[in-house]
Structures are given as structure tokens and as C-alpha cells.
């Protein structure tokens, strides 16, 4: 539904004008209402929108910190750019990146933010308006926003029990699995919340799966197996937004696989490393490092050789040769910030998208 904000004729009464269509009266013909606002209740609702962009694009737009206006505003969106594709508007403040709150982060931080991000970014936005009004009635914006959007990524190890948990489905559908978790059984320990939703086996989507299907590839994961789930609150979330799930905007903390954060100071003998340009084990080309000198700030800050680089000063290096990377890492003279993931986190990653 469209929706203008009009000043009424009686004192400060906000006369909001909807455009909402109606089955009824067809595209054509939309249906006008007019109801009278008196209490900021005709404010605009946060909208969320998946960014998803090649290497060598950008999401086509930029993020602005300005002289009295509030946020951080979404400006310059580029015509026919992704964010102009999805529905960004200018003027927009942003509200949260990939389910965290930013409204009251640092500029710089937020920027970085969706830098790493890659790829794929999921952003929610409030209009420009909506934003100042809720600011001057001393709104908690936060509150305007869901507590928690992400699915879960579990990675399950089967003991003598099986993996802890069973599976049911609406007779005769396919893709539709809910799972039962056994309390303290190898699911309930990989995180896996009770009565939640499968979406994902082992990085492959379930929506075509018949019961049988899913039972056979379980069985042929052998003792462990990667589980993307959302619970119910967060599966409707994205249905009703018409947003696709993916494994790129899940919770991985409890994942046995992490990336890590190294901060190297140099050192009189610099920071005691290599970086080379080679074949990825999971596809593609990737930065490595090696020669890692041993007492220097590299291996200090807990740098090991064949740690593939995901991000410098952070921000994600996806799409770089080698020249930009190194470009990247001596930007600052005398210090740097690595993201790194070793070959096993490496692989896992990439298998389950």
C-alpha cells in the first residue's frame, strides 16, 4: 500500500491518505480510504529487503552521515542497481544489517558492517519520515524490530542414540519437516531448537524432499550431518516478506567451525608473513598465508600457514587479486586486521553455501 502524509485542516490532526488494493475492485481500481491520525500510529513500518550482487558489482548505493539529519541514510542509489531493484528509497535510514540493530553504532563501524557481508546482505530500513517522527516522539527503534531473524546452522555429530532428534511431515507434502529434538541428545547440543523448521541438509535446499527422500540422505551423511533450521517465529518472518531463507544469514556460534580475527602490529621485522594468490580447495582462487616466521607478530596474533584471508581492516576482499589484497593490508603503515579461516572451516563453509 502506498501511503502520504497530508496536514489536516483542524489544528495538528495528520490526515493519512491509504492506497490499498482490494481483490474486489481489481489493480485498476484501487480502493482509497481515509482515516484521521492523531497519535503517530500511521507511521510507516520497517521494510526488509535481501541484497544479492555479483564479485564485481556493488549493492548500488551509498551510506551517509549528514550535518542535522539523523541515521544513516541511504543515498545516490544507482538506476537499475541491485538496492534500486529491490525497492530502497532515498532517504532511507537504516535500521539493522543481517538482524543487527546499527541505529546507535559509529558510522565507519556500520559501513564495515556491510562490507563483510560479501555477497549477500539482508538490511531493514525505515523511510526517511517515519524515522524523524518516531526520533521526536523519543521512540525506541529497536522495539520496531523483530527480536530475532536469523535461522540456525547446526552441525551434528551422531553418538550411539542416532543424532537426537525425529522428523515429521503433513502426509502427503513434500519439503514441510519439523523437527523433535531429544533434551541433551547430539541435536539439543548442536543447538538445535525444539519444534523448529529444516530447511537445509548438508547445504542442500529440502523443499522437494518426501519423507523417504530425507530419511535416505540422512542415512547416507554417515555421523555427522549440517542442519539450517528457524524456528517458527523466524520462518513466517521471512514468508510473509516473500524473503528467501539462506544459509548466509544464519547463526553460526555454535558451529564447531570459526573464523579469526588477527590484529598484527609491525614489528622492526615487519609482520612475519606471506601472502600468495592460489586455487581454493572448495573452487575459485583465494589469498593464503604462509612462511609464518616464528616470535613475530604474525604468529603472536595467532596467524597459522594455509589460513585463507576473508577480510582486512573489515572489509570482505571477495572479488580481489592478489595486487588489491596486498593493497588492502598496507593501507596502514603499521598495523593491520585479518579475518582468516583455516582449510577444514574453509571447505565446511563453502559446502553448506
Request: aromatic share 6%; glycine share 12%; charged share 25%.
Amino acid at each position: 500500500a502506498a501511503m502520504k502524509q497530508t496536514k489536516g485542516l483542524e489544528g495538528d490532526k495528520m490526515s493519512i491518505i491509504k492506497f490499498e488494493f482490494n481483490p474486489k475492485v481489481g489493480i485498476d481500481n484501487p480502493a482509497l480510504t481515509l482515516t484521521e491520525d492523531t497519535d503517530g500510529e500511521g507511521m510507516g513500518e520497517p521494510r526488509f529487503y535481501f541484497l544479492t550482487k555479483e564479485s564485481t558489482e556493488t549493492f548500488g548505493f551509498c551510506l551517509h552521515e549528514e550535518l542535522g539529519c539523523q541515521g544513516h541514510v541511504i543515498r545516490q542509489i544507482e538506476l537499475g542497481g541491485v538496492a534500486q531493484r529491490r525497492g530502497l528509497q532515498d532517504g532511507d535510514r537504516l535500521l539493522q544489517v543481517n538482524g543487527h540493530f546499527v541505529d546507535h553504532m559509529d558510522h565507519l563501524r556500520v559501513v564495515q558492517k556491510i562490507k563483510a557481508s560479501g555477497n549477500q546482505v539482508l538490511l531493514a530500513v525505515l523511510d526517511g519520515d517515519s524515522y524523524e517522527a518516531a526520533k521526536s516522539l523519543g521512540r525506541d527503534l529497536s522495539q520496531m524490530l523483530p527480536d530475532d531473524i536469523r535461522p540456525r546452522l547446526c552441525h551434528v555429530t551422531r553418538d550411539k542414540s542416532g543424532f537426537g532428534f525425529s522428523v515429521s511431515c503433513p502426509e502427503g507434502t513434500k519439503g514441510t519437516f519439523q523437527l523433535s529434538v531429544l533434551q541433551d541428545g547430539p541435536a539439543d547440543r548442536a543447538g538445535v531448537p525444539p519444534g523448529c523448521w529444516l530447511l537445509e541438509l548438508n547445504g542442500d535446499s529440502v523443499k522437494s524432499y518426501s519423507h523417504t527422500q530425507l530419511t535416505r540422505k540422512l542415512k547416507q551423511s554417515g555421523n555427522k550431518v549440517t542442519l539450517l533450521v528457524a524456528s517458527s517465529a523466524v520462518e513466517e518472518f521471512y514468508r510473509l516478506r516473500g524473503l528467501r531463507v539462506t544459509a548466509a544469514l544464519a547463526d553460526t556460534s555454535r558451529l564447531p567451525f570459526k573464523v579469526r580475527e588477527l590484529h598484527l602490529v609491525k614489528g622492526p621485522a615487519g609482520y612475519g608473513f606471506l601472502l600468495k594468490e592460489d586455487d581454493c580447495s572448495s573452487g575459485g582462487v583465494g589469498q593464503f598465508l604462509w612462511d609464518v616466521d616464528v616470535g613475530l607478530p604474525a604468529e603472536q596474533a595467532g596467524m597459522k600457514e594455509g589460513d585463507r584471508v576473508l577480510a582486512v581492516n573489515g572489509e570482505s576482499i571477495e572479488g580481489l587479486d592478489h595486487e588489491q589484497t596486498v593493497h588492502r593490508i598496507r593501507a596502514r603503515e603499521d598495523q593491520v586486521t585479518l579475518l582468516v579461516i583455516d582449510p577444514a572451516g574453509d571447505e565446511f563453509f563453502h559446502s553448506v553455501g
